[in-house]
């Protein structure tokens, strides 16, 4: 694959095969020319798909509803403007999401898992003609069998059709015959007969036969990748895609919180009032730590320093604020020398003025606090024993508390999160918690909505 | 007496030396690290163990890989349960030498790992260059004590004549899918040495399956789901059953069930019916059996009660008046919840899992854990395995005439290591030569695969 900055757009490597549109494999790179900011935005489309699956996968949605929610966020966000170009789409955004998840061995098995469902339920949805073209494009071994064959067992078929509620097989339904070895969730549920190491497997039962191989081939080739991006690739391009790839996998796709908008300003007045009901548990668990101890090391104040900018704390309000607690432990003179600076930095009020953003639950979650630090995710970094504790304190009842700690302990974090603001609110967060600055603004717009009469 | 016969005895004999014409009688019964001794000395297969597990790569073909017998893993169980793991031996006489040495009371068989297992401490756990296991046959355990609730002849550890059957039908019923439905062609059964069996697949398909393929396999020979708590243990879904769950019921067990384990266990009889009436989930039948039953507790025609009330049982259940598939299911899901293999799934599902290697000597009993034949499983009585004692008391008495490594062959020995050999052993060996012939070639023909990223 090519990557252009001009407008050059040569005919797709299609995702056909015999003639017959298929799902794309990902085989090989295509050789196709790309713009550059192509080449970013359709990664960022395709991974709004992988992370809605994602989403979708953590909440325990159930086959049917995944199979709308793919094919819902592939309609939502594949789409081109030119139609011939929507393969196009498809096959580029996935091998720079290639590039982007190849990285480590975590970022891997997140892509692997969730092009893997991607493909699964893309599958299921089409017809009997594109899974034959897709089995033999992927080169599973796989006979169809033949008339005789199916005769000379047809009541064996049948019998197994009939055991597991499906319609009985006649002489017009195809049949696959593969090693038993490539089917094993078939064969230990009893779907299908065997016979002499042989499976016999009906079309509708074919999915479960094709996704594991387009995934170990995907496996290898992440690898490869891999291996390809360290020793050449990054180099090559670090003037123009590195800066990219490295941005993508760690990107926060939502709106970053730097301008407080509809509340304007939370005072200093308001502010313990405002942790307590509105704040999520990363949060409170700094402010409370910042108040019972007058102090936070750096990450801490880092991580609630830009959080309370993005929640519309002015820069001499926060002054204030780090100070008043700050002064308790090291005294006002040494907070102006030390501290003051710092803060005052998160406001791009010094040095190179950047304003920086507030921390995403992402890149909340990929820290790593150590001795002395209370910043990061609690629901990742926490002890069971403390998460339940500070749970408590945020006022989580028993029942959802264990719902809770269940899915940090599946390292749901951001579902944990979810999980307790609609504990706490009583009212459900269906987009998921993705910042915490999101969390505070669907809090306040919460009980604002229930206290009309408040300013 | 001869020089060496006199020497011979000197080494056997653990008691009083005495004239060797009387020695039949005066080894007790005992289990005895001191037997085991002469036991691996004289008649444990050291060298056809080491072919089988070589798998033909002890051989002098190119492609034989010498580092293949010094991987796999054995374990000892030695005296006072201390317990030695990834023992790995590099040949047949380190392996032979190294049981001699310990006279372990048990020894296991594991995988055959990526590297030699006694050097596993230099290698990584995960990423590139690992220690894992590469290759393991696939094995079953049947224990006839997780049987308990099918059978009142006997409980725990004990077996009889009464209850071993139900063994016997595990082995019939799993032997014949092993090859029919998976295509599996050596397997291996041996008698545990107390309560059960062990299965060994050792063709190469079967050795090379992976974790998720054994448990499919484990799951594909699941019925059932025994706990204390529920009922019916077995619960058979759908209209229809399953061509291998079917086949097994009509061929073998249903058979079983009614001319054999229904008597000898008195399943039916008056203070044990209601368990079986237990898993009916109709009040209206129940009732009206138990109302026939507590009526007639004599069987007027001379039949065996159990067989003339499960009649009755039948037919009330099957009957045309029966709507309901759940209620007709119900006969075949109590002759399966007797006598449906009870596998443990956990030895079967990991590659890593160790179990007893063949010919062991069970510490308990002093049995030797002997093949059985599954075309003739019928006829296995395991009260009449040769035990350690019976074995030193048969050499003792055959002093005289053969030496060397056929002493096994005048022992009660003899049948069990010619069949291991001749059943099992030479085909797989064919095979494996076979296979090892084929692969090379195949390798040398073969392209390579360039992939883009």
């Known amino acids: 694959m090519e990557v252009v900055r001009s407008q050059k757009k040569s005919s797709s490597a299609a995702a056909y095969s015999d003639g017959v549109s298929t799902i794309p494999l990902y085989r090989s790179a295509p050789t196709l020319e790309v713009r550059l900011e192509d080449f970013e935005r359709f990664a960022v489309d395709r991974l709004l798909v992988l992370r809605g699956i994602s989403d979708g996968l953590a909440r325990g949605k159930k086959s049917d509803e995944m199979g709308k929610l793919v094919s819902d966020l592939w309609k939502a966000n594949m789409r081109h403007p030119h139609a011939s170009e929507v393969k ?29 469902t991607l493909f699964r339920y893309r599958f299921r949805r089409e017809t009997s003609d594109v899974h034959r073209a897709l089995m033999t494009e992927l080169g599973l071994p796989h006979k169809v069998v033949t008339n005789a064959e199916f005769e000379g067992l047809r009541e064996k078929l049948s019998q197994v059709a009939r055991s597991i509620g499906q319609a009985l097989p006649t002489a017009d339904t195809v049949y696959y015959k593969v090693p038993w070895e490539q089917v094993p969730e078939l064969v230990g549920s009893r779907r299908v007969l065997i016979k002499k190491g042989y499976a016999y497997v009906a079309l509708n039962q074919v999915v479960s036969f094709v996704v594991p191989h387009f995934r170990s081939h995907l496996s290898k080739a992440l690898v490869l990748t891999n291996r390809k991006w360290t020793s050449m690739i990054r180099e090559q391009e670090k003037d123009r895609l590195t800066p990219i790839v490295e941005a993508l996998s760690t990107s926060y ?139 408590g304190k945020m006022g989580v009842s028993s029942r959802e508390l264990d719902e809770v700690v269940d899915k940090a302990k599946g390292r749901h974090y951001q579902l944990a999160c979810t999980l307790t603001f609609e504990a706490v609110h009583g009212a459900s967060c269906d987009a998921g918690i993705n910042h915490p600055n999101q969390y505070f603004t669907d809090s306040q717009n919460i009980l604002k909505a229930k206290k009309p009469s408040t300013a | 007496m001869t020089k060496e016969a006199e020497n011979e005895r000197d080494d ?86 190294g049981i001699k040495d310990k006279c372990p009371f048990k020894i296991d068989i594991g995988p055959v790992y990526s590297v030699d297992p006694s050097k596993r401490l230099a290698y990584a756990q995960s990423g590139d260059n690992i220690f894992t296991p590469v290759e393991r046959e696939l094995v079953f355990d049947i224990d006839i004590s997780d049987y308990d609730d099918a059978r009142y002849c006997c409980s725990g550890a004990d077996v ?194 160790l179990l007893k290697a063949p010919f062991c000597i069970h510490p308990k009993t002093g049995r030797v854990c002997v093949p059985i034949d599954p075309n003739v499983c019928d006829d296995f009585d395991p009260t009449n395995v040769p035990t350690l004692s019976k074995l030193l008391r048969e050499i003792n008495t055959g002093g005289l005439q053969v030496e060397g490594d056929k002493v096994w062959e005048r022992t009660s020995m003899g049948k069990s290591i010619r069949y291991f050999r001749e059943s099992f052993l030479q085909p797989l060996m064919k095979s494996c030569k076979e296979e090892i012939e084929e692969s090379y070639s195949a390798k040398v023909n073969q392209s390579k695969n360039s992939l883009n990223w």
Request: charged letters at 30%; one cysteine or more.
């Open chain 1, 88 to 116: 196009d789409k498809d096959i580029i955004s996935h091998f720079v999401l290639r590039l982007v998840y190849c990285r480590t061995e975590e970022l891997r098995k997140w892509f692997l898992s969730m092009e893997s």
């Open chain 2, 160 to 353: 009889c004549l009464d209850c071993w059957p139900l063994m016997t039908i595990a082995i019939k019923v799993i032997d014949t899918s092993l090859r029919d439905d998976f295509g599996f062609n050596h397997i291996l059964w041996v008698y545990s040495g107390r309560r059960g069996v062990h299965c060994w697949v050792c063709d190469g398909k079967a050795r090379r399956l992976n974790n998720e393929q054994r448990s499919a396999i484990a799951d594909y020979f699941r019925v059932y789901k025994g706990n204390n708590n529920s009922k019916s243990k077995v619960s058979l879904v759908g209209p229809a059953l399953h061509p291998f769950l079917a086949r097994s019921y009509f061929d073998v067990l249903r058979d079983f069930f009614e001319e054999k384990l229904l008597c000898s266990q008195q399943l039916l009889s008056d203070d044990r019916y209601e368990k079986i009436l237990e898993m009916i989930p109709d009040e209206s039948i129940t009732s009206e059996l138990r109302g026939k039953w507590q009526d007639n507790r004599r069987s007027s025609s001379g039949k065996d009660v159990n067989v003339v009330r499960w009649e009755q049982l039948k037919q009330l259940l099957q009957s045309g008046k029966q709507k309901a598939t759940g209620i007709r299911r119900c006969v075949e899901e109590i002759v399966f919840s007797f006598t449906y293999p009870r596998l443990d799934m956990e030895v079967s599902k990991h590659m890593n899992h």
């Open chain 1, 253 to 391: 796709l939502g709106p970053d919180y730097s301008q407080a908008k509809e509340f304007g300003e939370i005072t200093l007045k308001d502010i313990d009032q405002v942790a307590r009901s509105s704040f999520p548990l990363c949060m409170r668990h700094l402010f409370d730590t910042l108040r019972d101890d007058h102090h936070l090391k750096h990450g801490g104040r880092m991580q609630l320093g830009l959080f309370l900018k993005g929640v519309g704390l002015k820069l001499d309000d926060a002054l204030a604020f780090w100070k008043a607690e700050f002064s308790q432990k090291v005294g006002a003179e040494r907070f102006d020398k030390e501290y003051a600076y710092g803060i005052r930095h998160n406001y791009g009020k010094e040095g190179k003025r950047t304003d920086y953003t507030p921390f995403s639950c992402q890149k909340i979650i990929l820290s790593t606090p150590g001795v002395g630090d209370h910043h990061g995710c609690p629901y990742r970094h926490f002890s069971e024993e403390n998460l339940r504790a500070a749970l």
């Open chain 2, 12 to 97: 056997m004999l653990v008691d009083d030396p005495e004239p060797q014409n009387e020695q039949l009688d005066d080894i007790p019964d005992e289990f005895n690290p001191n037997y085991l001794k002469v036991y691996y000395g004289r008649l444990f297969p050291h060298a056809d163990m080491f072919k089988w597990m070589s798998y033909g790569n002890d051989g002098k073909h190119p492609a034989c890989d010498q580092s293949y017998f010094g991987r796999r893993e054995f374990s000892f169980t030695l005296d006072n349960d201390i317990y030695l793991r990834f023992q790995s031996f590099k040949n047949a006489s380190e392996l032979e030498n």
